[in-house]
């Protein structure tokens, strides 16, 4: 509901509204679509996260250090509002569902349903959702191909990873994406394909060392000082945020959700 009275509000003010998805925005991705469509039957989009232990990612920058105290009175109201607001969205005050709903899917899963929404377009159905501590696991069926993604903490191990596979009938294509800490690190793209009897090749690409988060800055500003709307913009990121809470309702009831992305 915030989201819609955000997108109502920018189009009042005649300004863009957009949401921060670097992702979408990395050069690999574009590649990874590209090769996307020019597979057939695309059978399956298989996204596997694991998160880890953000510290040592960081280690070696030159950051500023901890933060200034904050009033207890004003963190204990932030707080609580936070909470409210989270309890409003899912319909529930159950502890194990709004840290889930916060710090697994609008904290991270958010990217990679958004990114698969990207490549496959809107879901018909949400079929499954498993939910565990250090765990998800949700699987969407996009009216031809499925998708099941699967998100899982490591906290014992330094080894960010995030891996989308595409297997249709005549290839695959797997695109990597390293820890977003790191500066300019690439993401690797493999496509593998066939022919005529038992030919088959597979390709390594560093499509480039451009950095997502700056690209969705040049996207932003294009869109700014041209007045069109970004690839993400409010409607496509409430669209993510409609389907995390049909993934709170669907590990809930136990049941399906139709058009989960709608709101």
């Known amino acids: 509901a915030e989201g819609a009275e955000m997108i109502e509000a920018a189009k009042a003010a005649e ?9 979408r925005y990395d050069p690999a991705f574009a590649r990874f679509v590209d090769e996307a469509m020019t597979l057939s039957e695309r059978k399956l989009l298989r996204v596997t996260t694991t998160e880890s232990p953000f510290e040592p990612y960081i280690a070696h920058y030159p950051l500023i250090g901890p933060p200034t105290d904050v009033d207890g009175d004003i963190l204990a109201t932030l ?18 569902l709004v840290r889930q709903y916060q710090a697994v899917l609008l904290d991270t899963l958010v990217h990679e349903v958004n990114t698969a929404r990207a490549l496959l377009g809107e879901p018909i159905s949400l079929d499954y959702v498993d939910l565990r501590e250090g765990h998800a696991t949700v699987a969407l069926d996009f009216g031809g191909p499925t998708a099941v993604i699967h998100w899982l903490e490591t906290p014992a191990m330094t080894r960010y990873s995030m891996e989308f596979y595409l297997h249709a009938a005549d290839g695959r294509a797997t695109l990597t994406f390293p820890s977003p800490y790191l500066r300019n690190a690439p993401t690797a793209l493999v ?21 997502g988060f700056k690209e969705e800055l040049r ?6 000082t041209e007045n ?5 913009d409010g409607v496509d990121a409430n669209r993510d945020i409609a389907l995390c809470q ?12 139709a058009h989960p992305t709608e709101f």
């Open 15 to 23: 300004v863009v509204l957009m949401v921060g998805y670097p992702k």
């Open 79 to 96: 707080r609580a509002d936070s909470e409210s607001r989270l309890q409003r969205a899912i319909g529930s005050d159950d502890a194990f």
């Open 191 to 211: 496509v593998e394909r066939g022919g005529a009897g038992t030919e088959s090749w597979r390709r390594e690409e560093i499509t480039s060392y451009e950095s």
């Open 219 to 224: 996207v932003f500003y294009d869109a700014v």
């Open 228 to 232: 069109h709307a970004p690839p993400t």
């Open 246 to 257: 049909a993934i709170i309702r669907s590990f809930v009831d136990r049941a399906p959700v």
